[in-house]
Nanobody, 122 residues
C-alpha cells in the first residue's frame, strides 16, 4: 500500500514561516496527485494545496500567495512551504495521494498520512 508520513509541524508565531514534508513510499504507479489538507475544527479536512504528476498545482484561495506546494523527485517527498503564518492557519495538516486527477475534494483521495500539528500563536 501507499504510505505517507508527514513531518515539520510545530508551534510558531504569527508571521513565521514553516515547511511541512511528506515522505511517500509503496507502489506509486497509480498515484496521479499529491495534496495537503488541514483539519481546523470539527471532522472536516479542508483542501490546502495539490500537485499533479504533470506539475500542475492548485492552491486554496485563502492561502494563495503565502503557501507553495512542491515535489522533490529525488527523495520522493512533497513539501508545503508556508509563509506569513496566521492564527487561522492553525490545524492538523494531512498529506494525501489520489489515483484520480488534480482535485481539491478530500473524498477523491485514496491514501492519507497521520497528520502533523501546526499551531500559530498570536
Amino acid at each position: 500500500q501507499v504510505q505517507l508520513v508527514e513531518s515539520g509541524g510545530r508551534l510558531v508565531q504569527t508571521g513565521d514561516s514553516l515547511r511541512l514534508s511528506c515522505a511517500i513510499s509503496g507502489p506509486l504507479g497509480s498515484v496521479d496527485t499529491l495534496g495537503w489538507f488541514r483539519q481546523t475544527s470539527g471532522q472536516d479536512r479542508d483542501f490546502v494545496a495539490a500537485i499533479s504528476n504533470a506539475g500542475t498545482t492548485r492552491i486554496r484561495g485563502t492561502v494563495k500567495g503565502r503557501f507553495t506546494i512542491s515535489k522533490d523527485n529525488t527523495t520522493n517527498t512533497v513539501h508545503l512551504q508556508m509563509a506569513n503564518l496566521k492564527p487561522e492557519d492553525t490545524g492538523k495538516y494531512y498529506c494525501a495521494a489520489s489515483n484520480t486527477g488534480l482535485s481539491g475534494v478530500s473524498r477523491l483521495y485514496d491514501y492519507w498520512g497521520q497528520g502533523t500539528q501546526v499551531t500559530v500563536s498570536s
